[in-house]
């Protein structure tokens, strides 16, 4: 017997929301996305008009659509960081399921409250960690947990940000500064520590970090630097410029993320206006940025495995990169491909997870699509076992950065109760 079909509404229409809604474009028999709440009137329009979402059915504001009686069986809840805590302990008051993007909030006090309100209300509840859903990472998990490397001892991963991508997100845009969104290391790299509380299969104890902001600061600038890109005769020399990555990316046909933050129908025009007058064309020397650009969190976990993480801005932006070193064995990873080493017969074999990209959902690895079939595979049957980025195990591993971050600020080791 096939599963009922899932209807969905969305709080914001940016890149995620509009993003993993798509879904339901490609599985209509699974997903129907019947209900938006978006302040911006092109998101909002361009969102119904993709999945026919009557007029009544459209909002501006979250608030609108969850004063409205239950009309949807979950409600997916997309918007900036500082955004979730309130739409989310509303809408499971109201009775929704819930598909949160992380980080589930910039404070612990709020990933609590949001946890205790699903929890109370019994709504099936699932945050996007999608690197737990990848092909990449299943096979990984299978070649762990059959012993292929023996007992895991220790874990080390990389996330090489890219240069472009930290200018454009954490020094220009909409995560750039902590009292907006949140600090680095959680916003973008939750996910990582979620990543390797998954993979490690054992609790956290303790964490030490340290980082700073080193380079996107008015320190660094280089001599005559002007506050825009495209008044500025320091240009031509600098990788970080806005006019050399939005504007070539557009040259090389690419249209989509990042370029269409900047303006909704990007053209050489409009890219050049949106560089003029808005956010993305500012120096990021000269930016209202306070997140860091590097950070390293050394962790310890139970059965005195170890694990390190670095984030580093100062790549050319690729997947992430992971080391993982057992007692007969160990495994290195790009977010692709894996090589398996066996020390009883010093062989090394290629093990390539890529998978055919046929759908549009291929984001992070395919993670995007995987998180969104669990949750509504999840929501049909009633299983929350079917989602692996569940309420407790999100706690836990956003416990995790938030001792860590407050190790960095403290400058000391921080025991994880």
């Not at 474009?25 to 911006?40: K, T």
């Not at 969190?297 to 100062?314: C, D, H, I, K, L």
């Not at 080391?323 to 007969?328: A, E, N, P």
Request: aromatic share 8%; hydrophobic share 35%; net charge negative.
């Amino acid at each position: 017997m096939a599963d009922k079909t899932v209807t969905l509404i969305v709080d914001g229409a940016g890149g995620r929301g509009s993003g993993c809604s798509r879904f339901a474009l490609e599985h209509p028999d699974r997903l129907r996305v019947v209900g938006v709440a978006e302040p911006d009137d092109y998101r909002r329009e361009r969102m119904a008009k993709t999945y026919g979402i009557s007029p009544e059915n459209q909002f501006k504001t979250w608030e609108d659509m969850a004063a409205r009686e239950q009309f949807a069986d979950a409600v997916f809840i997309a918007t900036q960081d500082a955004m979730h805590a309130d739409p989310s302990v509303a809408f499971a008051d109201k009775g929704y399921d819930i598909l949160l993007e992380k980080p589930m909030a910039p404070n612990e006090a709020d990933c609590r409250r949001i946890v205790e309100s699903a929890k109370r209300n019994g709504a099936l509840f699932g945050v996007c960690h999608v690197l737990r859903y990848t092909s990449y990472t299943r096979k990984l998990i299978e070649l762990i947990r059959s012993g292929a490397i023996g007992d895991v001892v220790s874990l080390n991963r990389i996330e090489p940000v890219g240069y472009w991508h930290q200018a454009h997100s954490f020094v220009r845009g909409h995560w750039r500064n902590e009292q907006e969104s949140s600090f680095m290391l959680l916003a973008k790299s939750c996910h990582d520590l979620d990543w390797v509380r998954y993979v490690m299969g054992v609790r956290c104890t303790r964490v030490a970090s340290f980082g700073s902001l080193k380079h996107f600061c008015p320190e660094e600038a280089p001599e005559g630097a002007a506050d825009r890109c495209l008044d500025c005769p320091a240009e031509s020399n600098c990788p970080y410029s806005a006019k050399r990555i939005y504007l070539g990316f557009l040259e090389k046909g690419r249209a989509g993320w990042p370029v269409d933050v900047l303006t909704p129908n990007p053209t050489p025009e409009s890219v050049q206006k949106a560089l003029r007058e808005g956010p993305y064309g500012r120096c990021v020397y000269r930016c209202d940025n306070d997140v860091v650009d590097n950070q390293v969190v050394s962790m310890q976990f139970e059965g005195g495995r170890t694990a390190n993480f670095t984030m580093t801005a100062f790549t050319k932006g690729e997947g992430r990169r992971t080391s993982i070193f057992g007692t007969r064995g160990e495994i290195y990873g790009d977010d692709t491909r894996l090589w398996l080493t066996d020390f009883l017969t010093d062989k090394t074999t290629e093990i390539d997870t890529a998978q055919p990209d046929a759908t549009a959902l291929g984001g992070h690895g395919g993670g995007d699509y995987g998180i969104m079939g669990a949750f509504v595979r999840a929501v049909a049957r009633r299983d929350q076992s079917l989602i692996l980025s569940g309420p407790d195990e999100t706690l836990e591993s956003h416990v995790m950065v938030f001792r860590a971050e407050q190790s960095r600020r403290e400058g000391r080791m921080v025991e994880i109760d």
